[in-house]
């Protein structure tokens, strides 16, 4: 790379170019999140013009309160896929060819939509109805060399009430769907907010229920000793006599 290369790249002429293409398996344009969910996952797409050294990508995900004269914002998460990860094509740091397009997933959270409304002296149904709130994520590519990244940010719509019960009760479906299918001995507690799931004690069982959540991508947080976990919207705790 030449020195006038070199200074292009400096201040951002990388031609490296971030796309977000689905958020929760929906278009990312038109994408919808319920008020509840806690977790949120997706798709972006990294191509370049010209060869870039991409060092990591980085996901955020802010609660914004943008009006005139006004302009307040609450970090709900972040998320880095850098290393190695399994099931990823490539390892970080990686070199973007000309022309190459690089796919990627991710999934930011825990988070709490609700609690950052209230941080933001807000009611948690404004995530949803008031026009000067938008939920924000922003895709990043690090490239190596320069400090101007390359990025792109969407606004997520939030849903409310029946559409957000709705989502409730797919998120218990798919939970038992993955339960089942490693033969898990659990029971999900009736209610409302927090799904309760209440687990059969004993490290085999134990160990299907890391297995399903693993293949929900919520895994790795059922080690050691412990007697309940919350992941999310789920609280899971262990019981004898299931």
């Known amino acids: 790379m030449g020195l006038l290369d070199k200074m292009k790249n400096l201040v951002g002429g990388h031609g490296v170019k971030v796309a977000i293409t689905a958020i929760e398996r929906q278009p990312a344009a038109s994408a919808s999140l319920p008020l509840h969910d806690s977790i949120l996952k997706g798709r972006i797409q990294i191509s370049g013009e010209k060869e870039a050294v991409i060092l990591k990508h980085v996901f955020e995900l802010k609660a914004i309160y943008d009006t005139e004269g006004s302009y307040r914002e609450v970090r709900l998460a972040d998320s880095v896929n850098e290393g190695q990860i399994i099931?990823?094509?490539?390892?970080?740091?990686?070199?973007?060819?000309?022309?190459?397009?690089?796919?990627?997933?991710?999934?930011?959270?825990?988070?709490?939509?609700?609690?950052?409304?209230?941080?933001?002296?807000?009611?948690?149904?404004?995530?949803?109805?008031?026009?000067?709130?938008?939920?924000?994520?922003?895709?990043?590519?690090?490239?190596?060399?320069?400090?101007?990244?390359?990025?792109?940010?969407?606004?997520?719509?939030?849903?409310?009430?029946?559409?957000?019960?709705?989502?409730?009760?797919?998120?218990?479906?798919?939970l038992r769907v993955a339960l089942d299918a490693k033969g898990a001995v659990y029971r999900i507690e009736p209610g409302s907010g927090e799904i309760l799931v209440s687990v059969a004690d004993g490290a085999g069982n134990v160990a299907k229920l890391s297995a399903a959540m693993d293949g929900l991508g919520m895994g790795g947080w059922f080690s050691g000793d412990w007697s309940a976990v919350s992941i999310g919207d789920y609280k899971f705790e262990k019981v004898s006599g299931l």
């Open 87 to 174: 099931g990823v094509p490539y390892t970080w740091p990686y070199t973007l060819r000309p022309g190459q397009i690089a796919e990627d997933s991710f999934s930011v959270g825990p988070f709490e939509i609700p609690a950052a409304m209230q941080e933001l002296q807000l009611t948690p149904e404004d995530a949803a109805s008031n026009p000067k709130v938008r939920i924000e994520l922003k895709a990043i590519a690090d490239v190596k060399g320069t400090p101007v990244d390359a990025s792109a940010k969407q606004a997520v719509r939030i849903i409310a009430g029946a559409a957000d019960a709705a989502s409730r009760e797919r998120r218990i479906a798919e």
